[in-house]
């Protein structure tokens, strides 16, 4: 007897998923929101938020918010950190023997 195939985690499933958590998170993009896991989805995002929630697992949803919510905090820290370092001249040949 062959075993119920879970279709959510076929490629093609997967491949819907990947589209739509990217649609959605463009939108977010553009609104011009920050992004976190905690905040609702900006009123102009809501249908590419539910198609989102739709297409993926709600375990899958959690785990991509919360992979984009790290990484808009990554990028967020590291241009604080590059624009530190432009101001103070860290870290360019500034006044280094030729």
């Not at 998923?17 to 920050?34: L, S």
């Not at 590059?82 to 870290?91: F, H, M, P, S, V």
Request: charged residues 25%.
């Amino acid at each position: 007897m062959a075993a119920a195939v879970d279709t959510s985690v076929l490629k093609t499933a997967r491949e819907k998923c990947w589209q739509a958590r990217d649609a959605y998170f463009k939108c977010v993009e553009e609104q011009g929101v920050t992004f976190t896991a905690e905040t609702p989805p900006p009123p102009a995002c809501k249908a590419a938020r539910a198609a989102y929630e739709a297409a993926c697992k709600a375990s899958w949803v959690r785990h991509f918010d919360v992979l984009q919510d790290k990484r808009l905090r990554y990028l967020q820290t590291l241009r604080s950190n590059i624009a530190k370092q432009t101001q103070t001249g860290a870290g360019s040949q500034q006044g280094k023997a030729a």
